[in-house]
């Protein structure tokens, strides 16, 4: 079974612009959750999606934001980039809702000049 | 919400040595606790998890303990080897039906030096 897919790999933008990120889970998985990892804050949750419906949200302002489409497909977005959004954001699967294993994709380095 | 503290943040082994890390969590109705490796470049990989109906488990080389009266939990590599090298992350959720959203620890950097 083929992994979670993220792309694009890498991205860079200026201050100000906006970004979209996709993740493709694994194939039956129906969960897909975003967190967004930098050597200061670490590994912070930022949204889950199931069933194309947003189940939980981190600490986030509303700049970030997301979808799901009916193919669990997801997509993140954040608008109006500030320097302190570069980070890697990585995407996470599970098959179901509640306290399932997540499976990591290799994540979206993001850098904002 | 959930507070995940995981100690120590760097450790340096012996190739062949065990390594220990330790994570304790706050909210006592967490039940799923996952460990990740994560290498360089790469996304975190589950390399083991564990449930609250059970108090350890093993996988190889690998095993976890969890103590749900003091609310701590424990990976434990034994026989090192040079690729063990990486960052490890615990992690554990918000009690309640709080979906799979995780509180990641901090990391800890494991070196295993030949």
């Known amino acids: 079974k083929a992994g979670v897919t993220q792309t694009p790999r890498y991205l860079i933008k200026t201050r100000g612009q906006q970004v979209t990120l996709s993740c493709s889970p694994i194939s039956g998985h129906r969960s897909v959750s975003w967190y967004q990892q930098t050597p200061g804050q670490g590994l912070q949750f930022l949204f889950e999606y199931f069933s194309e419906t947003q189940r939980n949200k981190g600490n986030f302002p509303g700049r970030f934001s997301g979808r799901q489409f009916s193919n669990s497909r997801s997509e993140m977005n954040v608008s109006t980039l500030e320097l302190g959004d570069s980070a890697l954001y990585l995407c996470?699967?599970?098959?179901?809702?509640?306290?399932?294993?997540?499976?990591f994709g290799p994540g979206t380095r993001l850098l904002v000049l | 919400g959930e507070n995940v503290e995981q100690h120590p943040s760097t450790l340096s082994v012996q190739e062949g040595d065990s390594a220990v890390i330790k994570c304790t969590y706050s909210?006592?109705?967490?039940?799923?606790f996952p460990w990740y490796k994560q290498e360089l470049g790469k996304g975190p990989q589950l390399i083991i998890d564990i449930r609250s109906n059970v108090g350890e488990k093993k996988d190889q080389r690998i095993a976890v303990t969890l103590n749900k009266t003091a609310k701590h939990f424990s990976l434990h590599i034994t026989e090192t080897q040079p690729e063990d090298s990486a960052v490890y992350f615990c992690?554990?959720?918000?009690?309640?039906?709080?979906?799979?959203?995780?509180?990641f620890g901090g990391g800890t950097r494991l070196m295993v030096k030949p």
């Open positions: 996470a699967s599970s098959p179901g809702l509640f306290q399932e294993t997540q499976y």
């Open positions: 992690a554990a959720p918000p009690g309640g039906n709080a979906g799979n959203m995780l509180t």
């Open positions: 909210d006592s109705a967490s039940n799923y």
